[in-house]
């Protein structure tokens, strides 16, 4: 029988080098063994994907890391460097050879190996128990040739780290982190995540983040002070979610003004507007808050979202007479949909100081489309409420308003202006 062709063969070894890049790295250096022609194909391959999860122990896979670098052809171009390592304990047995962390260690080197290769894309994530995260110094990570910068489980000291000096970023994620991310950003970023990460520094002092070329932003379950934004012109999407976690909360646990003057989260600084108006520009705004007064705060300074179309609030809008959801309606002129995530919680401090009047208001937004989602255990006196709130402001909005409801999660007691839909969008 006649042998197949090795459709490889026609392939020159750019392309084999590429198609192995996508490879864990362990696997493409197994290719070796293929044929004559692959036995050096793996030393120039663009991409390093180190997957500790493939080995017995931190000191195996260490071990085997250093003899790849050591072997790699530093004259070929490395685009992306991805370093995924299992801190002690995790599986109960990875770092039971490596005692005294020498392993660890070592990944600070294969940084500096990918960052002194010009890198373009650098992954490092640490998999284990908060309490032994990998550490790495601030200036492991910074390279003027990084387009994206992702790191996960990683404690850094509590020095600002230079990404102003990292000129070509574009994105940076950050994900449970312990870090100082600074004040200057690099005028090339385009995307920020921050994560469930403790953003130091943990004194009274906030970083004041300034990225005008910034397209999304996401800040979620942060703990530490709330970073200040300043002005996000090319904003298109963000997510803020304002944890229980974050200085910024109620220290009573409280939504709303919990009347004790000692509470920061409720009557600490408020001098500037810490968010809001940076996001002002957005187009697309989700907006969480737990025990936080931090958008209530920023609406003293009236900022106006002229972009906004489609928003999402939870309860913190709808304490204080539904101060922050009506003002939202007046300071969106071409706003299309609202979503709200009514609380499974029955007490919510609707009225506090003052009464709600709604002859004091009126609709800017032209079509807007409402919908409202309820957790279980809701109070339908809240929607209720809520959907009264809405009919006062301007009779007109009997026939501009649609506004849909969670099938079942509501006993809707406003039937020609809150309908069932269960389609995708109206969740």
Request: glycine content about 4%; some cysteine; hydrophobic content about 35%.
């Amino acid at each position: 029988m006649a042998r197949s062709k090795d459709r490889f063969e026609d392939l020159p070894d750019d392309v084999i080098e590429l198609l192995l890049s996508f490879l864990p790295t362990r696997d493409a250096m197994r290719t070796s063994v293929l044929a004559p022609r692959w036995r050096t194909l793996w030393k120039s391959v663009p991409a390093l994907r180190l997957d500790g999860s493939q080995f017995e122990s931190a000191q195996v896979f260490s071990n085997f890391v250093n003899k790849l670098l050591e072997h790699r052809d530093r004259t070929s171009h490395l685009h992306e460097c991805e370093i995924f390592f299992i801190s002690k304990y995790y599986y109960g047995r990875f770092d039971r050879e490596d005692k005294n962390g020498k392993a660890r260690r070592e990944v600070e080197s294969w940084v500096q190996y990918a960052v002194l290769c010009r890198v373009s894309v650098l992954r490092v994530l640490d998999q284990g128990a908060d309490y032994s995260r990998l550490e790495l110094p601030n200036s492991s990570v910074i390279s003027k040739h990084l387009t994206r910068l992702e790191l996960y489980h990683l404690a850094f000291d509590e020095s600002r780290l230079d990404l102003f000096s990292c000129e070509v970023l574009e994105v940076l994620e950050i994900d449970d982190c312990f870090i100082n991310i600074g004040d200057n950003l690099p005028k090339s970023l385009r995307h920020l995540k921050l994560i469930d990460s403790r953003l130091y520094p943990t004194d009274t002092e906030r970083n004041c983040l300034s990225t005008p070329g910034l397209l999304t932003f996401q800040l979620a379950d942060c703990v530490g002070w709330t970073p200040l934004l300043e002005s996000l012109p090319s904003l298109v999407t963000s997510f803020i979610r304002i944890s229980m976690d974050s200085e910024d909360a109620c220290h009573n646990d409280y939504l709303g003004d919990c009347g004790d003057g000692s509470c920061d989260g409720c009557y600490g600084e408020d001098d500037h507007c810490l968010l809001l108006q940076g996001l002002a520009g957005a187009t697309n705004l989700e907006l969480i808050s737990e025990y936080s007064m931090i958008f209530r705060k920023d609406l003293r300074w009236n900022p106006m979202f002229s972009k906004l179309k489609t928003v999402l609030f939870n309860d913190w809008c709808l304490t204080a007479n539904f101060a922050g959801l009506l003002y939202f309606l007046q300071h969106t002129p071409i706003l299309e949909k609202l979503t709200l995530q009514l609380p499974s919680r029955e007490y919510l401090d609707i009225v506090s100081s003052g009464s709600y009047n709604p002859a004091e208001y009126f609709l800017v937004s032209k079509h807007p489309k409402g919908s409202v989602s309820s957790s279980r255990g809701r109070s339908d006196g809240l929607l209720f409420l809520v959907i009264q709130a809405l009919v006062s402001l301007n009779q007109c909005w009997q026939h501009r308003l649609s506004m849909f409801c969670l099938p079942g999660s509501c006993a809707c007691p406003v039937p020609f202006i809150c309908r069932m839909n269960s389609r995708r969008d109206a969740v």
